[in-house]
């Protein structure tokens, strides 16, 4: 599997994603500056958490206008696989190739925990080594994870299966109470409409190993690896 790494001006997740694909393909991706404006000859392109420019404006508004995204938007409308995690979901919604938004935490406040997560559908590139319905555990960190979209919007992702993950209770009961950053519908996840482009807040990136406590972000990239190859 080829990947790309695109990194900007308060990307601090990306070593962590690098070494996530490392660890699981053996193979070192590619580093993008959001400068650039070419990509390589990738099959998988990762937009990493972070604060990008600050998260000035509004998360990932800045980012969004930067000259690689052009590349990203259409190698993601041919078909390429694009993953963007927590920072890199809010810049894939203000680019416009995911719906919604992300918001300010209803509490206001940074959240940084372990969370647990209900796999909704394993029929994915990113989903094919879980089971629907699956109970995992990864680590969030933003402040501006609140998973917004109008009633129609809403309606149209949630009728058309684009929803990825959800914030769930350890047993996967979906309850809002539990919900870290009060997201609509504990949505934590979403794809486009082909589901070649998924973004999520969580980090599973850094639930890829033993070592780390948990090793449930991994499937995501074997999936991957499994899909692409």
Same mark, same amino acid.
């Given at each position: 599997?080829?990947?790309?790494v695109v990194t900007f001006p308060g990307s601090n997740r990306d070593v962590d994603v690098i070494d996530a694909l490392i660890a699981v393909s053996g193979q070192r991706p590619g580093i993008v500056? !959001?400068?650039? &404006?070419?990509?390589?000859?990738?099959?998988?392109?990762?937009l990493p958490g972070g604060f990008s420019y600050g998260?000035?404006?509004?998360?990932?508004a800045m980012a969004a206008r930067s000259p690689i995204l052009r590349e990203v938007s259409a190698r993601a409308e041919a078909g390429v696989a694009v993953l963007g995690i927590c920072n890199g979901f809010q810049i894939l919604t203000e680019v416009g190739l995911l719906p919604g938004v992300l918001m300010a935490n209803r509490n206001l406040k940074?959240?940084?925990?372990?969370? !647990?997560?209900? &796999?909704e559908r394993a029929d994915t590139p990113f989903t094919g080594r879980y089971e629907a319905g699956q109970v995992i555990r990864v680590p969030v960190a933003h402040h501006d994870g609140n998973y917004f979209s109008d009633a129609d919007t809403l309606a149209r992702i949630e009728s058309e299966?684009?929803?990825?993950?959800r914030y769930c209770t350890p047993e996967g009961h979906v309850e809002d109470e539990i919900n870290p950053n009060g997201s609509?519908?504990?949505?934590?996840g979403v794809y486009n409409e082909a589901r070649n482009v998924l973004g999520l807040?969580?980090?599973?990136?850094?639930?890829v190993d033993g070592a780390q406590g948990c090793s449930d972000g991994r499937p995501m990239f074997e999936s991957l690896i499994e899909h692409l190859a």
């Open positions: 599997m080829r990947a790309a500056w !959001h400068r650039d &404006v070419e990509l390589p000859d990738v099959d998988l392109i990762v998260d000035y404006l509004r998360s990932g940074f959240v940084c925990r372990d969370i !647990h997560l209900k &796999v299966g684009r929803v990825a993950f609509i519908n504990g949505i934590a807040m969580p980090h599973p990136e850094d639930h």
